[in-house]
């Protein structure tokens, strides 16, 4: 059984740093197989590709609202990846979600297409305070 499990969310005020963890078990392939992305979704909101990496960590894509000021990144001897987000704006509160796709590899495409990632963890809160 896959489990996906996110941590290190919080509250924090304008202009503060956050990392935020997922570590994945229960895999059919070796962690290092995938490719791992990242996910937000704010009440009201369709969920928002927020960056993924490529199963080596030397790629990685980044959506348009977090370029510059997110960084993805992954430890596979961990079975864990990462994101760090800095410079944090009201408008980045959300539900965080880390999620490994089917067959589908990093690229600005999967970003747009959560249905291409088929193990999701249960989200991690970021609230930014203005």
């Known amino acids: 059984q896959v489990k996906v499990m996110e941590s290190g969310g919080g509250l924090v005020q304008t202009g503060e740093s956050l990392r935020l963890s997922c570590t994945v078990s229960?895999?059919?392939?070796?962690?290092?197989?995938?490719?791992m992305g990242w996910f937000r979704q704010a009440p009201g909101k369709e969920r928002e590709g927020v960056a993924c990496?490529?199963?080596?960590?030397?790629?990685?894509e980044y959506g348009d609202s977090v370029k510059g000021r997110f960084t993805i990144s992954r430890d596979n001897a961990k079975n864990t990846v990462y994101l760090q987000m800095n410079s944090l704006r009201p408008e980045d509160t959300a539900m965080y979600y880390c999620?490994?796709?089917?067959?589908?590899?990093?690229?600005?495409?999967?970003?747009?297409?959560?249905?291409?990632?088929?193990?999701w963890g249960q989200g991690t809160q970021v609230t930014v305070s203005a």
């Open positions: 229960g895999l059919t392939f070796p962690f290092d197989d995938y490719d």
């Open positions: 999620a490994v796709p089917h067959g589908a590899v990093c690229s600005i495409q999967a970003l747009s297409s959560p249905n291409d990632f088929g193990h």
């Open positions: 990496v490529i199963w080596s960590g030397n790629d990685t």
